[in-house]
């Protein structure tokens, strides 16, 4: 078995002496892995940065193997982020979410291709507004999406201020308001193509896609997102 694709590097471990286990998010084959021999010697080491955009080549024998894999890169993002602590926190979130997200082998290029895009923003000063809009499509991909068009109570279409942790749906602020300590804050710029206007409001995306992600779409399992709440703290600092 053999074939080649591009993808960015969610984690690596080390094997061994001096090889590594690369899990990459590849644009047609979904989550794979395989072993890089030599990936954590000098020479190998610097391409094999999370986050990298890489050329993958998989040899193995059978499919449900672990293969070998030859990489070249393509893109670096972390290189150019050094005075962007936001921008690389949130590339550390989106590579550590997709390890933890999406089972091996199972397609999804909306998610690639998603990851591409927030790539090209990571310098923005609205990264994480970027960042919470493309975790409210990893759940719409897995199956977990947010219905945010209208309150589940009335019908309404304005005013949406909280979502329903039962059903993901959004509820107008007056609907919503006898049972304000249950429901999760739905900031304004998840409702349109604008961005937060404050880390506070980002904050309250990051808690509303925590909690779908950590409750349905992880089951509960948050450990491996360390990442994830790294950046949670550093808009928390900001606010």
Do not use: Q
């Given at each position: 078995m053999e074939w080649s694709d591009r993808g960015y590097i969610l984690a690596t471990r080390k094997h061994g002496e001096n090889a590594l286990i690369v899990s990459a998010l590849t644009e047609t084959r979904g989550r794979q892995a395989g072993l890089v021999r030599g990936g954590a010697g000098r020479r190998k080491r610097g391409g094999l940065q999370v986050g990298n955009l890489v050329a993958l080549n998989w040899r193995?024998?059978?499919?449900?193997?672990?293969?070998?894999?030859?990489?070249?890169?393509?893109?670096?993002?972390?290189?150019?982020l050094l005075d962007r602590p936001d921008g690389l926190a949130a590339l550390a979130a989106a590579c550590a979410v997709a390890e933890a997200l999406l089972p091996e082998g199972e397609e999804h290029p909306a998610i690639f291709h998603g990851l591409a895009g927030l790539m090209t923003v990571l310098d923005d000063p609205d990264v994480g507004s970027?960042?919470?809009?493309?975790?409210?499509?990893?759940?719409?991909?897995?199956?977990?999406?947010?219905?945010?068009?209208?309150?589940?109570?009335?019908?309404?279409?304005?005013n949406l201020a909280y979502v329903s942790p039962k059903t993901g749906r959004a509820v107008s602020a007056e609907a919503g308001r006898p049972y304000h300590g249950r429901l999760l804050a739905l900031p304004a710029f998840l409702l349109g193509a604008g961005a937060a206007k404050t880390p506070a409001e980002v904050v309250d995306g990051l808690r509303l896609t925590g909690y779908f992600l950590e409750s349905h779409a992880l089951d509960g399992r948050a450990g491996r997102l360390a990442a994830r709440d790294r950046l949670v703290e550093r808009f928390q600092a900001k606010k």
């Open positions: 193995g024998r059978l499919p449900e193997h672990l293969g070998t894999l030859t990489t070249e890169v393509l893109e670096a993002p972390a290189s150019s970027a960042y919470v809009k493309w975790e409210v499509g990893v759940l719409g991909e897995l199956g977990f999406g947010l219905d945010l068009s209208a309150c589940a109570a009335t019908g309404e279409t304005e």
